[in-house]
């Protein structure tokens, strides 16, 4: 099925390094990629609209803090950043990382994914292997993305192969990245998927699985995420029993872990933060409904883990109604902004709902994340410290999680709730400071 113009079907496998990249959207998705295609010796080319970002990594310099981007900040160097669609005619390979968030109705948001699509439309090479990445729902491939390209004229198979690999990353982690994580792949025809899998055997030092169909992979990554995002609401309604029942829930599900199969512990919290788990069961009910189906379950696991944050909130108000406080003009600190420990990552932040909630409580509010300076209202930790009567610990940065409780006492802070429950909730209640956990009084 392939074109004959195709450098795919000409060129040996000796030939890659002559072979060209463009990753459409530069994000926590595209850069790390990037970064990994130019590492393997691709010529990488990274498209962002963004004109400050394709600036700074121009400049060797990375437009958000990532380990494994700092680790191997040598390749920015290696890929030519631009904002001009017009590279998109170089391209052998070009994958698409752009977001794709939902509304406040929660219903997926494609233009982002829609107008990238149209730019390679608009700047198409012959034989181009058009890999999705972002995360949707299934079916946008064969029902949105290849209508806008054979609407165009172009003829999947011979004018260029799409497929679809679900991004899997996990920012922070300093085990799991995009060079050693397996990943599914799926595409519209035979030839495409072949090209595919020996594209993404060049960059991946990991299994891969290939899938039935497009729509089959698109599936995997929501599925994934609602699993995470079910259990996660298990526990959150657990931890808010087990509040009225006075059992510690983190100690229960410790235990309960102990069992060596047939159980997977997951933790409660604050909330749930970061572009996958909040945002991928939306599409699978969105979908689902569209075809004549409820996901009662997910919708039921969204609204649990969508009240969180105020119920955090309401913990602190209880903590505070204890020692006679009032919540209005209070100063409660908000330790941590980010949604997931040791990156400066704000999407779908649970501190984001959490301020929104002290704000309606007429709550003083002091803002500190050692990772997004630009929010906060501190400079530091220790003036943190000095100026808050109460905390909210909402992000388990690692210089939150190692702070003495006695620095808590020495500055004079009333009241905790850990939002995590990573604090020495013991230590912190012998100084005679309140504290409530998620779950753990």
Not at 288 to 301: C, E, I, M, P
Not at 380 to 396: D, E, M, R, S
């Amino acid at each position: 099925m392939a074109n004959e113009k195709s450098t795919f079907a000409q060129a040996p496998a000796d030939k890659k390094k002559l072979e060209s990249v463009v990753i459409i959207g530069l994000g926590y998705v595209g850069l790390p990629l990037a970064m990994r295609c130019a590492e393997k010796d691709y010529e990488t080319f990274g498209l962002d609209l963004d004109k400050k970002k394709v600036d700074l990594i121009k400049k060797g310099q990375s437009p958000f803090k990532e380990e494994f981007i700092e680790e191997r900040k040598h390749l920015l160097k290696k890929i030519t950043a631009t904002t001009d669609p017009a590279i998109l005619k170089k391209a052998d390979i070009v994958v698409v990382c752009v977001p794709t968030p939902v509304d406040e109705k929660f219903f997926p948001i494609l233009t982002p994914l829609t107008s990238a699509t149209e730019m390679i439309v608009k700047n198409h090479k012959i034989g181009q292997l058009i890999m999705i990445e972002s995360t949707i729902n299934p079916g946008i491939c064969d029902d949105v993305i290849a209508p806008i390209l054979t609407q165009a004229g172009l003829k999947e198979g011979k004018d260029f192969f799409l497929g679809h690999c679900p991004e899997r990353i996990n920012p922070g982690d300093k085990k799991w990245n995009v060079t050693n994580i397996p990943r599914v792949l799926g595409a519209s025809s035979p030839a495409g998927l072949a090209i595919a899998k020996n594209f993404y055997e060049t960059i991946i030092d990991a299994p891969i699985k290939l899938m039935g169909s497009i729509k089959e992979a698109e599936a995997c990554k929501v599925v994934e995420n609602s699993f995470r995002d079910i259990n996660i609401a298990f526990v959150n309604e657990l931890a808010k029993s087990f509040d009225k029942l006075e059992i510690d829930v983190k100690n229960v599900i410790d235990g309960a872990a102990t069992k060596p199969f047939a159980f997977m512990a997951h933790y409660p919290g604050r909330g749930v933060g970061g572009h996958c788990i909040p945002v991928d069961p939306y599409y699978l009910i969105e979908k689902a409904k569209a075809s004549g189906f409820d996901h009662k379950f997910l919708r039921v696991a969204r609204e649990i883990n969508n009240s969180m944050p105020a119920y955090t909130v309401e913990s602190m108000q209880d903590l505070l109604n204890d020692i006679k406080l009032p919540m209005k003009d209070t100063a409660i600190g908000v330790m941590g902004l980010s949604y997931k420990a040791d990156v400066d990552d704000l999407r779908e932040s649970p501190a984001i709902k959490i301020i929104l909630e002290l704000k309606k409580k007429k709550a003083k509010i002091i803002r500190y994340d050692p990772f997004i300076s630009s929010m906060s209202d501190v400079p530091n930790l220790t003036t943190f410290l000095k100026k808050c009567t109460a905390i909210i610990l909402v992000t388990n940065h690692s210089e939150f999680a190692a702070l003495d409780p006695k620095e808590f006492k020495k500055n004079g802070v009333k009241a905790i709730v850990d939002g995590m429950n990573c604090l020495d909730k013991n230590k912190i209640k012998k100084l005679g400071i309140k504290y409530s956990g998620i779950g753990r009084k």
